[in-house]
């Protein structure tokens, strides 16, 4: 509860101050950039120790003890935020992806990961 109350705060702090000189402002339905596939980044970075079905069974994933992402347990008790942390700074044998990927494509990761949810 703690992080929704800080989020929204973050959000209505960051909407009251003006847009920078120069900047442009969205029009209805347009967005910044392209848009994240979330599909094709996890088979480019994740898929090799995840599996594509997110369970984990790939060599690569026995090798490094990958976390079988389609398990309700863990799916249930890991925040977004926890599933943000470990993809962004690494965790164990997982490498860090911070520097490699965006903020949004994280984001994007996130949600993905949660759709292996059995």
């Known amino acids: ?13 960051a909407a009251s101050y003006p847009a920078p000189l120069g900047a442009t402002s969205l029009t209805a339905g347009t ?4 848009a994240v596939n979330a599909e ?3 088979a480019k ?8 079905d ?9 090798l490094k003890h990958a976390r079988n992402l389609t398990d309700a347990e863990w799916q249930g008790k890991v925040s977004d935020e ?3 942390n470990s993809i962004n700074n690494g965790k164990e044998k997982m490498p ?12 994007a990761l996130v949600t ?3 759709a292996f949810k059995k």
């Open 1 to 13: 509860m703690k992080h929704v109350f800080f989020i929204l705060l973050l959000v209505m702090v």
């Open 82 to 84: 926890r599933i943000f």
């Open 96 to 107: 860090a992806f911070g520097k490699k990927l965006s903020q949004e494509q994280i984001e």
């Open 54 to 62: 997110g369970r984990a069974k790939t060599i690569k994933g026995k």
């Open 45 to 52: 970075q994740c898929a090799s120790c995840h599996g594509k």
């Open 31 to 34: 967005l910044p950039g392209p």
């Open 112 to 114: 993905y990961v949660r």
């Open 40 to 42: 094709q980044l996890y």
